[in-house]
C-alpha cells in the first residue's frame, strides 16, 4: 500500500514540474516557488515508517507483555507463597540426623550377633542376647531369658496342678496330705477341713474341745482354805485337802500331773484322797508352787495373809525341800534334786531359815514331827500364869521353838489327831509323805499364767 502512494505522489510530482517548464514568464522560479522538496516531502508529509509503522501502532511488546502482565515470578511465587524451605522444611520438622541418629540411638556400625550364643550371652554390641536357649522348666516353672542373670526359672501359679494329683506351691509340686485329719493345712496351702465352733486343731490336725478355763478359786474343789481373799491373792491359793498317792513329785512330760482327775478336796468328790496325789487339790490352770521364787512372783508377800480368816493349825506345803538344817533348796523344776523336810506356808511346823527358804516361813522337821502331836515323847505345852501366852518344853526336838500340835491343843482347846505321815527316814519326807484328812492345811496352788 505504501509504495503505491508513492508512486502516485511521485507522478503528480512529475506532472507538476512538466507545468512549469512550459511556463516562459519569469515572475515564478521554478526551484524556489514550487520546491517539491520542501513543498511537498514525502519523507517529512507522510511518512511511512511513523504514519503506519507496525512496531509502535502494534507493539506486541508493550501492549500485551507477558513479563508484567501475568508476572509468574512475582503474581504467584512460588519461593514465597509457599517456600517448602520454611513452611515444611525436612531439614528442621523431622531431622533425621537427630531424631534417629543411626549412630547414637542405634549405631547401624555394630550390629549385634547372637548366632550360636546361649541366653545372657554378650551381643557384641553391649547388651546381651536374648534367645530361646532356656528349655521349658519343669511341671512348676517356667525357664525363661532374663536380660541380666541368663536363664532364670520362674514359678507357675500357685495350685497349678501337677504330677498325680498335686498342685504346684512356689515352684515345687506338692501333693496334699489329709490322712487322718479333720483340720489343719493339708501341706499344699489348703486345709483338711475345720472344727466346730469352739473346737481348736491340734497339731496333728485333729479337732479337739479347748480346755477348761482355769478355776478362779485355785482349788480344784472351789474353795480355799488359806488365802481366803481371792481378789487379794489372785496367783497363790492354799487348798486343803488329802491324798494317799506318797510323795510331792510327781511330774510327766507336760509337767505335774493329777492322778485322781482333781477329784480331791475338803469338799471335793474325793475327799478322802484315794488314789490321789498333791496336784488332785489345785484346780484346772494352776499347779503346785514349785517353791519360794515361784510364790514369790505370784504374792510379794510371801505367805503374808495366808491365815487371814483360816482355820488353825494349818500347814502347806510348796514342792521344795532341803539338803539338811533347815536351808531350803531351789525350786524344783523338772526332776527334784533334794528330799529332806517340808516347806511352805501356815501356822503350823517349826521356822524355816530365812536366809535360805523367805518369803516361805515353815519346814517339817525330820518324819514331819513338828507337824504332829509330841514332837518328843516329853513334849509339854501350857499357858503362861497371865494366859495370854503359850510355851511348850523342851525347847528342841520340834517342840519348844516351834509349834506343833501339842500347842495348838492348848492354844485353842481342841485335841488335834495327827493328819501329816512322812515315814519313818529322816531324809526323804518330800518322797513319802500322805495326808489322811482334809483339815490342818494341804498344798499351795501357783496359777499357771498370771
Excluded at 499347779?287 to 521364787?293: A, I, M, N, S
Excluded at 527334784?336 to 517340808?342: A, G, I, Q
Aim: hydrophobic residues 20%; contains cysteine; negative net charge.
Amino acid at each position: 500500500m505504501g509504495r503505491r502512494v508513492l508512486v502516485v505522489f511521485c507522478a503528480i510530482i512529475f506532472l507538476c514540474m512538466g507545468c512549469g517548464s512550459s511556463d516562459s514568464g519569469t515572475g515564478t522560479d521554478t526551484g524556489q516557488t514550487d520546491d517539491p522538496g520542501q513543498t511537498d516531502d514525502p519523507g517529512q508529509t507522510e511518512d511511512p515508517g511513523q504514519t503506519d509503522d507496525p512496531g509502535q501502532t502494534e507493539d506486541p511488546g508493550q501492549t500485551e507483555d507477558p513479563g508484567q502482565t501475568e508476572d509468574p515470578g512475582q503474581t504467584e511465587d512460588p519461593g514465597q507463597t509457599e517456600d517448602p524451605g520454611q513452611t515444611d522444611d525436612p531439614g528442621q520438622t523431622e531431622d533425621p540426623g537427630q531424631t534417629d541418629d543411626p549412630g547414637t540411638a542405634e549405631d547401624p556400625g555394630c550390629i549385634p550377633d547372637c548366632e550360636g550364643k546361649l541366653c545372657g550371652d554378650d551381643d557384641g554390641c553391649e547388651g546381651v542376647c536374648i534367645v530361646d536357649t532356656c528349655g521349658d522348666g519343669g511341671e512348676c516353672t517356667n525357664m525363661v531369658c532374663d536380660a541380666t542373670e541368663g536363664c532364670i526359672s520362674v514359678p507357675v501359679f500357685d495350685s497349678t496342678a501337677c504330677g498325680d494329683g498335686g498342685v504346684c506351691v512356689t515352684g515345687l509340686c506338692c501333693i496334699p496330705d489329709c490322712e487322718n485329719k479333720d483340720c489343719g493345712t493339708d501341706g499344699c496351702l489348703n486345709l483338711c477341713g475345720s472344727c466346730d465352733d469352739g473346737q481348736s486343731c491340734t497339731p496333728d490336725g485333729l479337732c479337739e474341745d479347748p480346755p477348761p478355763q482355769a478355776d478362779a478359786t485355785g482349788c480344784s474343789d472351789g474353795t480355799r482354805e488359806g488365802f481366803l481373799d481371792v481378789g487379794g491373792f489372785p496367783f497363790l491359793a492354799a487348798c486343803g485337802g488329802a491324798w494317799d498317792v506318797p510323795g510331792i513329785h510327781h511330774t510327766g512330760p507336760d509337767g505335774p500331773e493329777p492322778a485322781c482327775d482333781r477329784q480331791a478336796g475338803n469338799t471335793g468328790e474325793n475327799a478322802a484322797g484315794a488314789g490321789c496325789n498333791v496336784e488332785d487339790l489345785c484346780g484346772v490352770g494352776w499347779h503346785v508352787c514349785l517353791g519360794k521364787d515361784d510364790v514369790q512372783i505370784r504374792n510379794e508377800g510371801g505367805c503374808t495373809g495366808i491365815m487371814d480368816g483360816a482355820q488353825s493349825p494349818a500347814f502347806f506345803l510348796a514342792r521344795i525341800s532341803s539338803t539338811g538344817a533347815f536351808n531350803c533348796a531351789p525350786d524344783t523344776i523338772g526332776d527334784p534334786t533334794s528330799s529332806n523336810d517340808l516347806f511352805g506356808c501356815g501356822d503350823l511346823g517349826c521356822p524355816a531359815t530365812q536366809e535360805t527358804c523367805a518369803p516361805l516361813t515353815l519346814g517339817s522337821h525330820d518324819r514331819c514331827k513338828s507337824l504332829k502331836n509330841k514332837p518328843t515323847t516329853n513334849c509339854a505345852c501350857s499357858w503362861n500364869a497371865e494366859e495370854t501366852e503359850v510355851s511348850c518344853t523342851p525347847n528342841s526336838g520340834g517342840c519348844g521353838w516351834c509349834d506343833p500340835l501339842d500347842y495348838w491343843n492348848v492354844f485353842l482347846g481342841v485335841d488335834h489327831p495327827d493328819v501329816w505321815d512322812c515315814g519313818t527316814n529322816t531324809t526323804q519326807e518330800a518322797n513319802y509323805v500322805v495326808k489322811t484328812d482334809t483339815s490342818q492345811g494341804g498344798v499351795l496352788c501357783c496359777k499357771d499364767e498370771f
